[in-house]
């Protein structure tokens, strides 16, 4: 069966520092990937998301970027790290090229001090 | 463009009630749908999904949705809500013209189960 890893589950970060949240599937290849934040109230956002190794497509603009070194692992980033960053970071993984649902994992809790 | 509402924020029900969440989309195609939960602190569970056909969908937990084209809704259902169910709902609409993947979420529903 298919699993995604996603860590670390919190992170306290000061303002200015760099970034790194990685996730990784399991039991599958060559899945599509996504990055989504969530912020209180608001709902998910879609920030990044990936049908290929090294492709990438951003949503929104934004202090952040993503990688796909991989296939099976998306790695979240940022140089610099804003008080807007904080939130609730979600990779999920979905089927390439069907209408399947995404599979989330268990999330990131960054707060940016 | 793509767009979901979810017209409450937040609802309260007494425990063995029923339930009804709301979702509206805005879609020109034929959309595929979905119910995810979420419970503090966790990821999103995926509750049911319709991508075509009966439009009276069947999910985990005893949950069920109505797809209403006329209505553009797909609004989430369940006859005795139990104080497990107590969590955040999320509708998602995604193209079924791509083969991206991408859902756009709504806003969410908080529901609060009274004893």
């Known amino acids: 069966s298919q699993t995604i890893h996603q860590w670390p589950a919190t992170l306290v970060q000061p303002v200015g520092s760099p970034l790194s949240l990685e996730c990784t599937v399991e039991?599958?290849?060559?899945?599509?990937l996504y990055w989504y934040r969530q912020a209180a109230g608001r709902g998910l956002q879609l920030l990044f998301y990936?049908?290929?190794?090294?492709?990438i497509s951003s949503e929104v603009p934004q202090n952040l970027s993503a990688s796909r070194p991989q296939d099976r692992q998306f790695i979240l980033s940022s140089k610099k790290l804003l008080l807007s960053d904080s939130g609730f970071y979600l990779c999920?993984?979905?089927?390439?090229?069907?209408?399947?649902?995404?599979?989330f994992g268990n999330g990131t809790r960054l707060t940016v001090t | 463009a793509q767009s979901v509402t979810q017209p409450d924020i937040h609802i309260t029900v007494s425990e063995g009630a029923s339930l009804e969440l709301r979702c509206n989309y805005s879609y020109g195609a034929t959309p595929y749908l979905f119910w995810y939960v979420q419970s503090p602190g966790q990821g999103l569970q995926l509750l049911l999904k319709?991508?075509?056909?009966?439009?009276l969908v069947q999910g985990i937990k005893g949950f069920e949705a109505e797809f209403k084209r006329s209505q553009s809704s797909f609004n989430l259902r369940k006859p005795s809500v139990h104080w497990s169910d107590a969590a955040e709902y999320f509708c998602?609409?995604?193209?079924?013209?791509?083969?991206?993947?991408?859902?756009?979420f709504g806003q969410g529903t908080t529901l609060q189960v009274k004893p």
């Open positions: 319709y991508f075509s056909g009966d439009t």
């Open positions: 990936s049908v290929g190794i090294g492709q």
């Open positions: 998602a609409v995604g193209d079924g013209s791509s083969n991206t993947g991408k859902l756009i």
């Open positions: 999920a993984w979905s089927v390439y090229g069907l209408r399947s649902p995404l599979h």
């Open positions: 039991g599958t290849s060559n899945p599509n």
